[in-house]
């Protein structure tokens, strides 16, 4: 994102003078026409300057455009939504408005309910209600008509039987923990269409929406919801810094491990798109994968300005397992980052379940992190 922004405020520069240029070339050659973008002529026909939001606009509307590629290649009927999912085929066509939904992923839930849907069959269990709570404002598992069909995403935990047996007419998984392998073939049987998901960043968030609230009926919710969230996110990265910005390592804190996280994550994906530098990417194996093993010494020789823990479960989880791995260590100790007190954790609400709707707010969290000036 970092590349493709700078090269389109590059193109925008050179039009620029292009423009300048033509602006003072000989009375029979053909006058650009103006407008908001294009360089004016005063009264003695001298090249004024462009508006100081020229640069700005392109870069706005790159970004728009590479965060809205995917949902573009939705194409929406009278009566279905036709689109790629992660099912391998090369295209996957739902009939709108089903009446019978079990939606097997709790926040492929929180998703379908921010684009008008309703479920008759999901995933019960402490961690899924609790993402209900945060996301819809309550606990959906006690909804009348509303069957907990497992208390787990995983799919090998579920009982294929009482999902068939429910008749739904759409079925939605996700491809991770075995979702979509153990539902295929059964649904297939019973003639069940079924939506496998992989939904990794925010481009897949406005491609997904798009998807549900077609299919829900509610295609006003796209400007009103995932657009709205679109221009936010826009307006934070456009008022990120190109210069001074900072180095950062970013890890991942599981259970009882700390891996780190490459620009290949969501996080790391942020901050790249936030003009900062994750040292990460520079290690050997990391353009490859998404997360790599630490090495402390590596880190030291990097010293990054600010430490980043995206924390899978919660933040004093995440601090004691910190602690206990490196807090005694003195190369740990020595790091700049952790001397002057930037190191920060990175709520599991945001930053691990998807934010859907409030990506904005994750974008603002983390940039208050980067750039502690920014204004918003």
Known sequence: MKKILTLILAVALMLG???????TGDSDKTTPSTSSDAVTTGSAGAPTEAPSDTDNSAAAEALRTSFLAKANEVVVDDDSVTFTDASGKESVTIKKNPKNVVNLYASFTTLWYEAGGKVAGLIGGSSSVELYKEYIGRDITADEGVTTVATSSSGKKWATE??????PDLIICSTAMSGYKTIEAPAAAAGIPVIAMSYNDFS????????FSNLTGHPELWDEVALKALNEVVDVLLACPTENTPNVFCMFSSADTLQANTSSTVVGGMIDAMNATNIVDKWDGAATAERVDINLETVFAANPDIILVQCHAGKEDAEALVASLYGSNPVWQSLDAVKNGKVFYLEKTLFHNKPNSRFAEAYKVLAGYLYPDMKF
Not at 17 to 23: E, F, K, Q, W, Y
Not at 162 to 167: D, F, G, N, Q
Not at 205 to 210: R, T
């Open 17 to 23: 003078a292009l423009v300048s240029c033509t602006g």
């Open 204 to 211: 897949d968030y406005l491609k997904w929406f798009k998807v």
């Open 162 to 167: 009482t999902i068939v047996a429910m008749k």
